[in-house]
């Protein structure tokens, strides 16, 4: 039915070799991602050699020091590679992002002897990570979690639950943030966990509306025994710690949003330029053509605005507010975008038969992960209006 294939994003990189990554990165999802997302998706399956297939080509530690074996990419690359694994299947961009940010704590505050220890594996070595800071009661107020880490000699013994851990049970490394003082972000500490160690167990995995492929699940940490050399920064920083990481991590999860936003958009032009009615293609109707502009607009709009917060952050500027920013407003488009895709396929959209009604499930999830949106607009208005009074 369709007629018009999607055309490519024409996007603006750096460097010749980063033209040459995106390149390599559309590649792999045409011959390894996107062929099977849809029957993966729907199976429930994790595709972990997708993982392997990425960390053998560079693409898993790509904003990291080559020292360690990352790819020394500037993030407004890797920010686009990400946008197009989750145009392919989210549950591959997102668990890069979130491989990402598991590894930002020990490459931005780790010790040089840490990091030349753990940081090639995790980096380019196979393994995948897994971010824990929420808890089953401390989901946007995070620094009043309750895990805790008790010194025990030259180690410290874990105790507690996390919960909404991407990756949870199948991880290799876990990058945890427990208490180790008192009440408060200046009680909380970062450890570098392996995914094996005695006493932690992962529960079930959550039943959810979509992402089916990515594992989400809670972690029991039942006395779990990790060295003082796993500790990442000083005690008590663990918590600016995690503050860092997600400030990264948000424009990870706006770029995802619009690479999924960007997929819906493609299937609605796709199906639009080809399905017939009144004797004549669907896309010529003004009321449909409009919707088409509107969501290549937001689009358009938000791919800048996570790219300018990523240009900010690779100067070395301040950038939590522009990451705020680019994490509601790319992912509510999303949102939109994926709403509006549906609408455009009528019927058809409903149905399992085409992927418009996966990228809608899935955008849901984006306005949550990382800081919801209610609480970007807290973030934001600090900027703009100053801090709450009390």
């Not at 603006?12 to 849809?38: G, H």
């Not at 800071?133 to 013994?157: N, Y």
Request: aromatic share 6%; hydrophobic share 40%; charged share 20%.
């Amino acid at each position: 039915m369709p007629d018009r294939a999607p055309q490519p994003v024409e996007r603006q990189l750096p460097t010749e070799e980063s033209r040459d990554l995106i390149t390599l990165v559309r590649d792999i999802v045409q011959r390894e991602i996107a062929p099977r997302a849809a029957e993966e998706e729907d199976a429930g399956h994790f595709p972990r050699e997708v993982f392997s297939l990425l960390s053998e080509s560079g693409l898993l530690g790509l904003p990291y020091d080559s020292e360690y074996g990352g790819g020394d990419q500037p993030y407004e690359v890797y920010l686009q590679v990400l946008e197009e694994l989750a145009a392919a299947r989210l549950t591959v961009g997102l668990g890069v992002s979130v491989h990402s940010l598991s590894c930002h704590a020990l490459a931005g505050y780790g010790t040089k002897e840490q990091q030349a220890e753990h940081l090639p594996a995790m980096l380019g070595g196979g393994l995948l990570g897994a971010y824990c800071l929420s808890e089953p009661a401390s989901g946007s107020d995070a620094a009043s979690l309750r895990t805790k880490a008790v010194r025990d000699g030259d180690s410290w013994v874990i105790t507690g639950t996390k919960s909404w851990i991407t990756h949870g049970g199948i991880a290799d490394f876990y990058t945890v943030m427990a208490r180790t003082g008192g009440e408060g972000a200046r009680g909380i500490t970062a450890f570098l966990v392996p995914g094996d160690t005695p006493g932690l167990n992962a529960a079930a995995p959550e039943k959810k509306m979509g992402m089916k492929g990515s594992p989400t699940a809670q972690l029991h940490f039942d006395g779990v025994r990790v060295p003082d050399s796993r500790r990442i920064g000083e005690e008590g920083q663990g918590f600016a710690i995690a503050l860092s990481a997600l400030d990264s991590g948000r424009l990870g999860i706006a770029a995802c949003a619009i690479g999924v936003a960007q997929a819906a958009l493609d299937e609605a032009v796709s199906y639009a330029t080809g399905r017939q009615q009144f004797g004549r293609p669907i896309a010529d109707f003004q009321g449909l053509r409009f919707m088409l502009a509107d969501m290549a607009t937001r689009i358009e709009a938000g791919r800048a605005l996570c790219l300018a917060a990523a240009r900010l952050r690779d100067a070395g500027r301040p950038f939590s507010r522009q990451a705020a920013m680019a994490k509601l407003f790319c992912t509510d488009t999303a949102m939109s975008v994926t709403t509006d895709a549906v609408q455009v396929l009528g019927g058809y959209g409903y149905t399992l038969d085409f992927p418009v009604e996966r990228y809608m499930r899935e955008a849901k999830v984006l306005q949550i992960v990382e800081g919801t949106n209610q609480i970007q607009r807290m973030v934001i208005a600090r900027y703009v209006a100053g801090p709450e009074t009390r």
